[in-house]
């Protein structure tokens, strides 16, 4: 999402130059939407943008709910954030303005589907979309190294920093507040407010709760759009998302199959049709050959603003061209219901029945169910609980080694509160948490995000409210994952759906694309701006390339985090002087350094 | 205990279910499959008729299975599972496949050309090697 904020002290003449400043350098085709008292607020016109009446604000993004409230509270000093986050719901950023006291909230919304950055320039306050807005505003932008670090041994790590030395994250849920001078950061929402004290919902009432919700979710995402595509597996989720888009909406749903034939485990075309045929939807089979895949397709991805996994998918950019062919206007998949629905298997989801003080009978069974779901002897579980009841906890998150490739140096640390609460949580719940988190990547920009904007369906704050408020041992009642999502959804899906426990795999696919990308590899690690920055050591990364990762899965997996982790750092080399060339072609054209520029469109200063 | 859950299932078929994952767990423990494979082998030559359908047979190993002290490994639940539909006179056999790039390998159960005990799509993945 293409917009810029930069809030600074109205009256300050030293900061509005620098503001204007800061404006112009973004250059051609920004509209102003706001210039007032301190508040420039411009947009990339690309971007979908709602204005709210009485000059309330702006929303980037879709939001869904509520309308904007009739006028605003200007007599006292209400906070309407809270009321916000409760009314409505979407992938949006919110620009609220209350003009009665000079403040100004960011608002980004809990599900996290769309990005905000916050900085400071020239002792202007900036909030932004994109990290290319970044670059080409600032005068000297650069890689923050200790949070490469971090990715590098935890790649879905989200915390304050991002890559961009400055740039800092604001959190799904939270708001940072521009009064006249300075800005505060305030959470409205964290995942923690659903899951702590007593299981909100049984059984039966979270059985209704997630249907109405799941719908009214999918149906009014779907009704924004007339024509949408749907990644099918013919796995549970998207067999579900299938389910509700047909149900809920009129959109014409073109469903999509991506297959290798290779890999006979992935290979679901069989299963993604015969549900598409059950409602009636065609389904295109899209042939994923590793042959085709090319990683140095990362080198031209758009800059975001911290490395992602997301950038090996520029590696084959005929999905995408696939995509774009079929002339949707959002793309969508069952992405998230393995992170909602509980999927984890672990004997800590009957601990958690201890923690709400479930005993006798119940517990027992919970225990079996858990020891069914998991493989484990249920006397395994049987420990687990008992360490549940004294409070202890699973261990954290693996943080890998990098193959020893990391040279010492100071590493961002796990900051964010989720994290935090995740470890205050009762054992599944902090799983849970943590896998709402890792799911925060399902928003990260991909290949598909030039054919249409990628939206998982279910990653919605309705849905994720209701799954949190369900305790895990009851999601997984019966000794089946997504328990209660088949009771749910269970009339609405063919019955080998609802049966269906496994997964297509990928990992030999995966395999196959590294093994033909390999000399690719070696070339842009060894002696690249990893090495060349100190966060890695060359000697150790010949080493390690040397070792044979088709046998370790875990030496793959890092090899993504070091291919990602290089791509983003040439990538930011190359925005920056991308940027370097306008600013001077610019200069030289002799641009006013007011943003005469910009389109005015709706300014009110 | 494992009488206390499963009250369905009657006192010898739990006494077999547990003497068939001893067995599997000394196959195991002694590391000599090929005298396991054999053991098995001369098992099923004295299968008479049937004490249980074979689905009934599944069903009861898996209601009793959280109870035996041995995680889900492949192939201790293939050994175990056999040595119970033997003792049951359910004639099976056990599939091991493998696949490459990365290498994995994989047994189950299969008893009248169906699984018994396992997931369909995962073990389609694999080409078997050996049946015994």
């Known amino acids: ?605 | 205990m494992a009488f206390v859950a499963s009250a369905k299932v009657s006192l010898g078929t739990q006494a077999a279910f547990w003497l068939a994952c001893a067995r599997a767990s000394h196959a195991l423990a002694v590391k000599r499959l090929d005298r396991t494979f054999n053991t098995l082998a001369s098992v099923r030559q004295n299968i008479g008729a049937p004490r249980l359908t074979a689905s009934a047979a599944v069903s009861s190993f898996e209601s009793l299975r959280p109870w035996y002290p041995h995680k889900r490994i492949c192939l201790f639940d293939a050994l175990a599972l056999s040595f119970f539909l033997s003792s049951q006179h359910i004639a099976s056999e056990l599939v091991i496949g493998v696949r490459a790039s990365p290498f994995a390998a994989h047994c189950w159960v299969e008893t009248g050309g169906a699984l018994a005990g396992d997931m369909s799509d995962h073990c389609a993945s694999f080409t078997p090697i050996a049946w015994v």
């Open chain 1, 1 to 605: 999402m293409r917009f810029v904020g930069l809030r600074w002290t109205p009256g300050s003449r030293e900061q509005t130059r620098a503001a204007r400043t800061i404006a112009a350098a973004l250059g051609d085709g920004w509209t102003t939407l706001i210039d007032w008292r301190g508040l420039l607020l411009l947009h990339l016109n690309e971007s979908q943008v709602e204005i709210l009446p009485h000059g309330m604000g702006v929303v980037f993004g879709d939001r869904y709910g509520d309308g904007p409230d009739p006028s605003p509270p200007s007599d006292v000093a209400l906070d309407p954030t809270p009321g916000w986050i409760a009314a409505r719901w979407g992938a949006y950023v919110a620009v609220l303005i209350d003009r009665g006291y000079d403040l100004v909230r960011v608002l980004r919304d809990p599900s996290g589907a769309v990005s905000c950055f916050l900085a400071e320039a020239a002792g202007v306050h900036l909030f932004f979309g994109d990290a290319r807005d970044y670059v080409a505003i600032c005068e000297a932008p650069a890689a923050d190294l200790g949070f490469m670090r971090a990715f590098l041994r935890y790649p879905l790590y989200l915390e304050r920093r991002t890559g961009l030395a400055g740039v800092e994250d604001l959190w799904p849920g939270e708001a940072a507040i521009f009064p006249r001078n300075g800005r505060r950061l305030d959470r409205y929402w964290t995942p923690h407010l659903f899951s702590r004290g007593t299981p909100k919902l049984d059984w039966a009432a979270g059985r209704v709760a997630l249907r109405a919700n799941a719908e009214e979710a999918v149906g009014a995402q779907a009704r924004r759009h007339a024509r949408i595509a749907l990644r099918l597996s013919g796995g549970f989720d998207s067999s579900l998302v299938l389910a509700l888009l047909r149900r809920t909406s009129e959109a014409e749903i073109v469903c999509v199959n991506e297959y290798w034939e290779g890999a006979p485990e992935g290979d679901e075309r069989a299963q993604a049709k015969a549900v598409a045929n059950v409602f009636g939807a065609p389904c295109h089979d899209l042939r994923i050959d590793p042959a085709t895949v090319d990683y140095a397709g990362a080198l031209s991805a758009p800059l975001s603003a911290r490395p992602s996994l997301a950038l090996l998918s520029f590696g084959n950019p005929g999905i995408a061209r696939f995509y774009a062919n079929l002339g949707c206007t959002v793309i969508t998949s069952g992405q998230g219901g393995d992170h909602l629905f509980h999927r984890s298997r672990t004997p800590w989801i009957a601990a958690d029945a201890i923690r709400d003080g479930v005993t006798g009978a119940r517990a027992m069974q919970i225990a079996l169910d858990t020891a069914r779901l998991t493989g484990a002897p249920v006397w395994d579980v049987l420990a687990t609980m008992a360490l549940g009841a004294v409070h202890a906890r699973p261990r954290a998150r693996h943080r890998s080694e990098v193959l020893g490739v990391l040279t010492e140096g100071s590493e961002a640390a796990h900051d964010h509160v989720w994290e935090a609460e995740a470890r205050s949580a009762s054992p599944a719940r902090g799983l849970r948490i943590r896998q709402l988190l890792d799911a925060l990547s399902y928003h990260d920009e991909t290949s598909l995000s030039a054919a249409a904007p990628t939206r998982p369906f279910l990653l919605a704050q309705p849905v994720i409210e209701t799954c949190l408020s369900i305790a895990p041992y009851v999601i997984t009642q019966g000794g089946t994952e997504r328990a209660l999502a088949r009771a749910a959804f269970g009339d609405l899906l063919p019955d080998s759906v609802t049966r269906r426990t496994t997964k297509g795999e990928t990992t030999r696919y995966f395999a196959a694309v590294l093994s033909n990308n390999w000399d690719w590899i070696r070339e842009v690690l060894i002696d690249g701006r990893l090495v060349d920055s100190g966060v890695a050591d060359g000697a150790a990364m010949r080493r390690a390339l040397r070792r044979d990762w088709r046998q370790d899965g875990l030496a793959a997996d890092v090899l993504y985090a070091l291919i990602a982790g290089e791509c983003w750092l040439r990538n930011l080399d190359r925005t920056i002087s991308e940027a370097k060339v306008l600013r001077t072609s610019r200069a030289t054209a002799d641009v006013p350094a007011d943003g005469g520029a910009h389109t005015h469109q709706s300014g009110d200063s």
